[in-house]
């Protein structure tokens, strides 16, 4: 073994057995504080400069130490977001690219013209026309939703790096109407220290997105109108309802008749997406917000079992309501978020401060749930 490597181990850990993989060297050790975090801090600070990372984790009785790679990369010297001296890494300085501002420009695109289609409908247009009005309503739609989603990875973004991460900008996604966009994603580059630092970049999206799609809802329902419904033998799109989204049309425009239906500003359109998008993240699947919180909370097994009952669910209630955005949803998860992120320290539990954060964001998923996002009629 190499007698440097045993050295920086020992600094906070007391080996008592060694077994090499392929993969990793592991150690079975015994900590030299009370608090594991220290010691695991004292190891990765030896460490940091030969390019290798410690992980710990509880194998039955046993505390185990695997000794990993970083991937090469270049290191900031002025971590301007580190609060916290002890934090886990140092961000990188960020290669310029051309690919988010492209993207951010693509789905802004497609969001106004997801925004002005709708708009059409929302204003009695008959077929595609131009018409000022609606591509005012339009642009409205685009801020709208594009302040909500931005405004969610920007939070997972300044949680990142206040926690010593290292985390891209935004990544925006563009799509067909009707919404526009897929949503966003931001790329973590470094590793995640402990479940407290995963619940909080896990909760700090959703919490924000949840908070904007509410205040965007009581603004855009307050402009929306109840009309006897047209039936014209077309058919018609209609929104699912969330019991968040209902008790709101129940608050702000009082019950209307049979006969009537609610036709939604582009504005009330985008926060009912907001809903949508935090609910879709908030599910307790892989790489998902969620899937981040469940695996902090409940541990690396359970929150696998969760994942993959939470991905039968989805195929189930895809195939019980015939939508098939459920099926598709639940092949994206399995296949993209099939695993969640590992911290370094995977052996000390949440406080109670981090399980609180992790029931909230489970009653805002409930809340904001829509089991039939989209129906035809």
Same mark, same amino acid.
């Given at each position: 073994?190499?007698?440097?490597?045993?050295?920086a181990?020992?600094?906070?850990?007391?080996?008592?057995?060694?077994?090499? /993989?392929?993969?990793?060297?592991q150690?079975?050790?015994q900590?030299?504080?009370?608090?594991i975090?220290?010691?695991?801090?004292?190891?990765?600070?030896?460490?940091?400069s030969?390019g290798?990372?410690?992980?710990?984790q509880?194998?039955?009785?046993l505390l185990?130490?695997?000794?990993?790679?970083?991937r090469p990369?270049?290191?900031?010297?002025?971590?301007?977001f580190?609060r916290?001296?002890?934090?886990a890494?140092?961000?990188s300085?960020?290669?310029?690219?051309?690919?988010q501002?492209?993207?951010?420009? #693509? /789905?802004?695109? %497609? @969001?106004?013209?997801a925004?002005? @289609?709708?708009s059409?409908?929302?204003?009695?247009?008959?077929?595609?026309?131009?018409?000022?009005?609606?591509?005012?309503? +339009?642009?409205?739609?685009?801020?709208s939703?594009?302040?909500?989603?931005?405004?969610?990875e920007?939070?997972?973004?300044?949680t990142s790096?206040r926690?010593g991460?290292?985390?891209s900008l935004p990544?925006?996604?563009?799509?067909?109407p009707p919404i526009g966009?897929?949503g966003a994603f931001?790329?973590?580059k470094?590793?995640?220290?402990?479940?407290? @630092?995963?619940v909080?970049?896990?909760?700090?999206g959703?919490i924000?997105?949840?908070i904007? #799609?509410?205040v965007?809802?009581?603004?855009?329902?307050?402009?929306?109108?109840?009309?006897e419904e047209?039936? !014209?033998?077309?058919?018609?799109?209609?929104?699912?309802?969330s019991?968040?989204?209902?008790r709101?049309?129940?608050?702000?425009?009082?019950p209307?008749?049979?006969?009537?239906?609610?036709?939604?500003?582009?504005? %009330?359109? +985008?926060?009912?997406?907001?809903?949508l998008? @935090?609910?879709i !993240?908030?599910m307790?699947?892989g790489?998902l917000d969620g899937?981040h919180?469940?695996?902090?909370? =409940?541990g690396?097994?359970? #929150?696998?079992?969760?994942s993959?009952?939470?991905?039968?669910a989805?195929?189930?209630?895809? =195939?019980?309501?015939?939508y098939e955005?459920?099926l598709?949803?639940?092949?994206? #998860?399995?296949?993209?978020?099939?695993?969640g %992120?590992?911290?370094l320290?995977?052996? /000390?539990?949440?406080?109670?401060?981090?399980?609180?954060?992790?029931?909230?964001?489970?009653?805002?998923f409930?809340?904001?749930?829509?089991?039939?996002?989209?129906?035809?009629m």
């Amino acid at each position: 073994m190499d007698p440097n490597l045993r050295d920086a181990i020992e600094i906070g850990f007391e080996i008592r057995d060694v077994l090499f /993989t392929p993969q990793y060297a592991q150690f079975v050790v015994q900590s030299r504080h009370s608090d594991i975090n220290r010691s695991l801090l004292a190891v990765k600070a030896e460490l940091e400069s030969s390019g290798r990372i410690p992980f710990i984790q509880k194998k039955g009785d046993l505390l185990v130490l695997f000794i990993g790679m970083l991937r090469p990369r270049e290191f900031s010297e002025d971590p301007i977001f580190a609060r916290d001296p002890d934090k886990a890494f140092m961000p990188s300085k960020t290669k310029k690219s051309l690919v988010q501002p492209i993207l951010l420009v #693509a /789905t802004i695109i %497609a @969001t106004v013209f997801a925004g002005y @289609t709708n708009s059409l409908g929302f204003i009695g247009a008959d077929g595609l026309i131009f018409s000022w009005r609606a591509l005012g309503l +339009a642009g409205l739609f685009s801020i709208s939703i594009m302040t909500i989603l931005g405004c969610h990875e920007l939070g997972h973004y300044i949680t990142s790096r206040r926690s010593g991460i290292d985390a891209s900008l935004p990544y925006f996604i563009p799509a067909i109407p009707p919404i526009g966009t897929f949503g966003a994603f931001i790329q973590i580059k470094s590793p995640i220290f402990d479940r407290k @630092t995963l619940v909080r970049l896990g909760f700090s999206g959703p919490i924000i997105s949840i908070i904007l #799609a509410v205040v965007t809802l009581i603004i855009g329902i307050s402009l929306s109108e109840v009309q006897e419904e047209v039936v !014209n033998g077309e058919g018609g799109m209609f929104l699912g309802s969330s019991i968040l989204f209902k008790r709101l049309v129940v608050w702000i425009k009082e019950p209307y008749s049979e006969g009537m239906v609610l036709y939604l500003h582009p504005i %009330a359109f +985008a926060g009912w997406v907001g809903l949508l998008v @935090t609910s879709i !993240n908030l599910m307790p699947i892989g790489q998902l917000d969620g899937g981040h919180i469940s695996r902090a909370i =409940l541990g690396k097994d359970w #929150a696998k079992r969760v994942s993959l009952v939470s991905i039968g669910a989805l195929i189930v209630l895809g =195939l019980m309501l015939e939508y098939e955005g459920w099926l598709f949803w639940a092949f994206l #998860a399995y296949m993209l978020g099939g695993r969640g %992120a590992s911290p370094l320290n995977d052996v /000390t539990r949440v406080d109670s401060k981090h399980l609180g954060l992790g029931i909230i964001a489970l009653f805002v998923f409930i809340l904001s749930f829509v089991p039939l996002p989209f129906s035809i009629m």
